[in-house]
């Protein structure tokens, strides 16, 4: 199994707040990404990183920011939690198509948030 | 227009029998991957099984294998002699050339084998 870990697990929080969830990886893996699952939706994409203090946006980033300042950890903030941001939160991990795979990508166990 | 497309929300399966979850794709660059994730009840994400645009025989992985049709633009899943641990949620996925490393994933198909 990859070494990622998702911090907090579950998070219960109000209208207006921010929040940061963060990622840690012990893998060395160059690419990192954060999604949300929802019902009917699948896995979107919010943001992605190639590289320390390389990110970009994916799908659905609006409301949502990310930073990289080590390899192995990726954060999530949501500056101003909104009720339609209730959603789980997964982490993932790629060394990126080529010699190394196909850019399959491994994921952690998920973050549950829930804003009131 | 989706990129990734499971018709199938859910499917049933007896134990020991095998089963097919259907995935179409949408893209017109030549070189990109498709893979197959596996959620159980549990909620974690399981990466099963990666074939790219130009390999020529179809990835298998123990009892998985992807029936991969490039002409009709099709990449399902066979799992071979369902088990009961089996029952979970199943992705396809695909990654583009100009995708950037990027993953777009289908809505899903759900599982349930049955004893």
């Known amino acids: 199994d990859a070494g990622i870990t998702q911090s907090p697990r579950h998070k219960v929080t109000e209208t207006g707040t921010p929040v940061t969830l963060r990622c840690h990886q012990t893998?060395?893996?160059?690419?990192m990404y954060w999604y949300r699952q929802d019902p009917g939706h699948g896995l979107r994409l919010i943001h992605y990183?190639?590289?320390?203090?390389?990110?970009d946006k994916g799908e659905v980033s609006d409301g949502y920011s990310v930073s990289r300042s080590k390899t192995e950890d990726f954060l999530l903030t949501l500056e101003s939690a909104t009720s339609s941001q209730t959603s789980v939160y997964f982490c993932?991990?790629?060394?990126?198509?080529?010699?190394?795979?196909?850019?399959?990508?491994?994921f952690g166990p998920g973050t549950r948030l829930t804003v009131t | 227009a989706q990129k990734i497309t499971q018709t199938q929300p859910g499917m049933f399966v007896q134990e020991k029998e095998a089963v097919t979850l259907d995935c179409t794709y949408d893209?017109?660059?030549?070189?990109?991957?498709l893979f197959w994730y596996k959620q159980p009840s549990s909620g974690e994400m399981i990466f099963l099984i990666y074939?790219?645009?130009?390999?020529?025989q179809n990835a298998t992985e123990g009892r998985y294998s992807l029936n991969f049709q490039k002409a009709r633009k099709s990449a399902n899943l066979v799992i071979s002699a369902s088990q009961l641990g089996d029952s979970a949620m199943y992705f396809c996925?695909?990654?583009?050339?100009?995708?950037?490393?990027?993953?777009?994933f289908g809505t899903g198909t759900r599982l349930l084998v049955s004893p």
């Open positions: 996925a695909m990654r583009e050339a100009t995708g950037f490393q990027k993953l777009v």
């Open positions: 993932a991990i790629s060394e990126g198509f080529g010699l190394a795979g196909g850019g399959e990508q491994y």
């Open positions: 893209t017109s660059d030549p070189s990109y991957g």
């Open positions: 074939q790219g645009s130009y390999d020529q």
């Open positions: 990183s190639y590289g320390v203090k390389d990110t």
């Open positions: 893998e060395n893996h160059r690419y």
